[in-house]
């Protein structure tokens, strides 16, 4: 895309609108679907009563991924906002094996609230990244240089995530992040470097200014690898008398084709089901499950259908993690049965 070069100035009286004030509570993210990124950055945000200004410049990356960018010469917003240069950046990627999204807003010669912060240039990075087991973002690289708080002397310095320092009639936070996700498929980090709050003597809100805000956030989980996974097992379910034992495999070998085979008692009921051929076979999606079914002989009877709706490898020992649920139906037999392993365990090979 084009690099827009943009010179803006912005006054409370050119402006004149009336606006509701944040409340400094970001809402929780929204993920796209599986296999998506996005991203988020803008240089400056005022918000106080009568104006509003940006966020501006603002970019946002499209759930495909790719690069956006945009650029605003200077801001000034009298008595509230001042600076030169913004530019921000956002990019991202969906690869077979990983998604990553990063983005990036950077402001020079930030003058807030008539020098009560100041500041050379304020950076802001977020980075996401998922491979499908794990999911991460950080805000490594986010800086701010020349930092001046209440006149004091210049100093280059990445503080704490968070922090807060009281100014007149309001609170600063320094390097603010608001992290999300599951840490496997999903995360987000949005990170605003500099985020000035003030509120009149009641607590009400007068002022809210964010100074380079950038976001990422990725959601991935992986495709079966269709024709290689396969899945091996065996073990228990229930106690006491109420038990059932089983053992099976079933995969797929690619050009070979499916393969299976599985043996099930359910000694309480006295149901005995034995399958040497599987018909169907797929790794579910974005879990560490697989489902498959065949056709089955019940009590040395042939004519039935065995299906495992769900076997789970929910990691090591099986027991009390992993879990199977299966299926029989035939004539005279509609059988069903799932829980937690009480034995045995369950390994899934994806490959």
């Known amino acids: 895309m084009n690099l827009r070069m943009r010179y803006c100035l912005l006054s409370l009286a050119a402006i004149g609108l009336l606006v509701g004030l944040t409340t400094g509570n970001a809402p929780a993210w929204n993920f796209a679907p599986p296999n998506s990124v996005s991203g988020e950055a803008f240089g400056i945000s005022v918000n106080a009563a009568g104006i509003t200004v940006g966020p501006t410049p603002h970019v946002v990356l499209p759930p495909d991924g790719g690069m956006v960018r945009d650029q605003l010469m200077s801001v000034a917003v009298p008595n509230l906002a001042t600076s030169t240069t913004l530019g921000v950046v956002t990019t991202g990627s969906i690869g077979p094996n990983t998604a990553s999204a990063q983005s990036s807003a950077t402001v020079e010669q930030v003058n807030l609230l008539n020098s009560v912060v100041r500041a050379e240039a304020v950076v802001a990075m977020s980075s996401s990244t998922a491979d499908g087991s794990t999911a991460t973002s950080t805000g490594e690289g986010s800086t701010l240089i020349g930092l001046s708080i209440n006149g004091s002397a210049p100093v280059d310095v990445t503080p704490s995530a968070n922090t807060q320092i009281a100014i007149p009639g309001g609170t600063l936070t320094l390097n603010e992040q608001i992290l999300e996700g599951d840490g496997v498929h999903t995360s987000a980090l949005t990170v605003n470097m500099i985020h000035v709050v003030l509120k009149d003597p009641l607590?009400?809100?007068?002022?809210?200014?964010?100074?380079?805000?950038?976001?990422?956030?990725?959601?991935?989980?992986?495709?079966?690898?269709?024709?290689?996974?396969?899945?091996?097992?065996?073990?228990?379910?229930?106690?006491?008398?109420?038990?059932?034992?089983?053992?099976?495999?079933?995969?797929?070998?690619?050009?070979?084709?499916?393969?299976?085979?599985?043996?099930?008692?359910?000694?309480?009921?006295?149901?005995?089901?034995?399958?040497?051929?599987?018909?169907?076979?797929?790794?579910?999606?974005?879990?560490?499950?697989?489902?498959?079914?065949?056709?089955?002989?019940?009590?040395?009877?042939?004519?039935?259908?065995?299906?495992?709706?769900?076997?789970?490898?929910?990691?090591?020992?099986?027991?009390?993690?992993?879990?199977?649920?299966?299926?029989?139906?035939?004539?005279?037999?509609?059988?069903?049965?799932?829980?937690?392993?009480?034995?045995?365990?369950?390994?899934?090979?994806?490959?």
Do not use: W
């Not at 079966?224 to 109420?242: E, I, Q, S, V, Y």
């Not at 489902?291 to 299906?307: I, K, L, M, P, Q």
């Open 203 to 351: 607590g009400t809100i007068t002022a809210d200014i964010i100074v380079s805000s950038a976001h990422s956030d990725v959601n991935f989980v992986p495709a079966p690898k269709a024709g290689n996974a396969f899945m091996t097992g065996g073990g228990k379910l229930g106690t006491g008398r109420d038990i059932a034992t089983f053992g099976f495999n079933a995969g797929s070998r690619g050009a070979g084709g499916l393969h299976g085979q599985l043996q099930y008692n359910d000694h309480a009921q006295g149901l005995k089901v034995h399958s040497v051929s599987i018909d169907s076979f797929r790794v579910i999606a974005g879990t560490p499950c697989v489902t498959f079914s065949g056709g089955a002989r019940v009590n040395n009877v042939d004519g039935y259908r065995v299906t495992v709706n769900q076997a789970c490898d929910n990691g090591e020992p099986g027991v009390g993690h992993d879990t199977f649920d299966i299926s029989v139906t035939g004539p005279g037999v509609s059988y069903s049965r799932h829980g937690t392993l009480t034995g045995g365990n369950l390994q899934l090979h994806p490959e």
